[in-house]
């Protein structure tokens, strides 16, 4: 072999080898830029609507109570959180305060109008205990928000994660009739930790930990829920008109859970409480179960009639009971078509009857 082909040889070999490391291979060549689409991002995280448009957006509140009735002259107060930042190795720099609230009183529709920019708020109403608290504006909506409440004070905060560590996250995408929903809550259930030394994560831990939920509007469909410790998560996902879904997505420290989801048209579920004799029974609270979690409450009215919504298609659990014991706690199964209203009868053994032990 001649000098001239030992050379060129030994060019092709370098050539093919720089390529070769060079090239982009499998899913590095097709990897998604975007955190709300990646399953797992190994770079710092920023929390709140760091990737959203800036400005100011119009917000319409709707301040409803639990049967969906207007809340007129009743004062809203939206508080600014602001971001905090972790480094890969889950340090977290010095939280700032909170910013003043931004207050709005109802009219009498219960419409309160206020202009918000982009960013993670908590929501407060005096003496009133609201539904879901933390709201994510990443964008303008396209609708009113309607936001549902209780009378009472609201309940305790939910209990802290003990870890110094938060450098991991949830995301995901929430469809719904083949579109991506702008309007959305997600709720996280932390099972336990991860890794080396540290309990296997299941569903169902001994010590499940929930998250207050947070309402996401106005990002597209997508989501991200930052400075959470490595460990699994029960995800729930519901929206207006929409059923609720469970998901499970482990966390990483460093990166990112998904907890992608499609969700069902609702379906409900109502109908009479009535004792043995088919008489009405009124004040009966009656709850839909999944999997353990209260999906809707309602309370029969004078004619007996409850009615459960935004529920998904399938096998609920009904708990009906009433104050006071004066008629046996009652637990029913029954199926809801998705889409649609079921029709369903609870028949309950109330003192009054002669028939409680």
Known sequence: MSARTVLFVFVGAVIAVVAWFAWPRGHEANAPADAATAPRVTAPIVRGSDNA???SL??????????????????LSVIPTPPRVTDPDGAAAPAAPNA????????????ATMTLAPGLYT????????????LELDGAPDREIE???????????????DTEDRSGGVVGTVLGGGAHLPDFTVALVYDGAIG????????????PIELAPRRFVGGGGAFRWPELPAGGYDVWIWAPGWGAAHTHTNVEANAWGDASITLSPAASVSGPVQDGRGVAVAKVIVTAELDGRV????????????????????????????VHDACEPKTEIVSAAAGKRTTHTIEMTCAWQGQRP
């Open 53 to 55: 448009a800036g400005g």
């Open 58 to 75: 119009p917000v319409r509140f709707a301040l409803r109570d639990r049967r969906g009735g207007a809340l007129a002259d009743t004062e």
């Open 100 to 111: 003043a609230p931004i207050t709005a009183t109802s009219g009498a529709d219960g419409i």
């Open 123 to 134: 929501l407060a109403i005096a003496n009133r205990a609201l539904a879901v608290d933390h």
């Open 147 to 161: 936001i549902a409440s209780d009378e009472g004070e609201p309940p305790p905060p939910p209990e802290p994660l």
């Open 196 to 207: 080396p030394g540290k309990p296997v994560v299941h569903a169902g831990a001994p010590h």
């Open 295 to 322: 999906l809707d409450q309602g309370i029969s009215d004078a004619d007996g009639i409850y009615l459960l919504d935004d529920l998904p298609g399938g096998t609920i659990t009904l708990r009906a009971r009433i």
